[in-house]
């Protein structure tokens, strides 16, 4: 059994300073064995929130990795956004922007989807959609983690990242079998699996400490894999709330025809 805590979206910054010690206290008593953070860990990029960010991944008992968000480089200074949009994220965070992580049954393999150029929208490069398929483990279960979806509910009004939708295909054909993401601020995975693509299942996260109203909740998950089975908690702090709700549990399995979602004791959610 293999248990991956997944944040997204801290937006140190414009974050809950009250939930960050109830967040950490939840995901350092969650039993982890990594802990992946899929990019916005800042709001605007800049050096004290870096510092924020940091710290408290120094305060995460697990090991961690972290991919960039487009919230980590610079929005207003385009100068620096344009010549070296990662100098403090390089710094503070990791010179590594598409790390790879090994726990147990997963091997977790990051993405950086920002693109500078194009500060919201993102964009899954070429190379490193041939990395990723060239490094998968063939006896384990592959996971890809990214700050930009690979896909969208209809409902969304955000543009995909650029050749998102070539990823997702190429990635689900060449064994890639979860998918974590964040951006959008919106909890989906279930919801996903009818949208053509049932062997990857797609984890897009919530806001871990975003401080925006308009969100309702913060939120995390933790992924409990064992072979094909994998049961998703997902723990919630509404808005209006000073910490977490027990956690939700949803179970999901993996056969011929891909993943499908079981039946559950769902626990407590807003």
Known sequence: MTRIAHLSDLHFGFHREDLVEPLLERVNGSGADLVVV????????RPGQFRQAAEFLARLTAPHMAVPGNHDVPLYNIPVRFLRPYADYDEAISPDRAPTGAAGWARVHGINSVDPF??????????????????LDALAVNIVALHHPL???PQVDKELARRAPEALARFEAGGVRIALTGHLHL???GSLLGLGH???????????????????????????????DLRIERHVAPMDEAGFRAPELLDFTRGEGGWIELETDRGITP
Do not use: K, Y
């Open 38 to 45: 899929t990019g916005d860990l800042t709001h605007r990029g």
């Open 118 to 135: 194009a500060w919201q929208r993102g964009v899954v490069h070429e190379d490193d959609i041939g990395r990723v398929l060239g490094s």
């Open 151 to 153: 896909q969208q509910l």
């Open 187 to 189: 909890w989906a995975v």
């Open 198 to 228: 049932p062997h990857l299942l797609q984890v897009q996260a919530g806001t871990a400490l975003c401080a925006r109203l308009d969100d309702r909740q913060n939120e995390f998950a933790v992924l409990e894999i064992e072979g094909d």
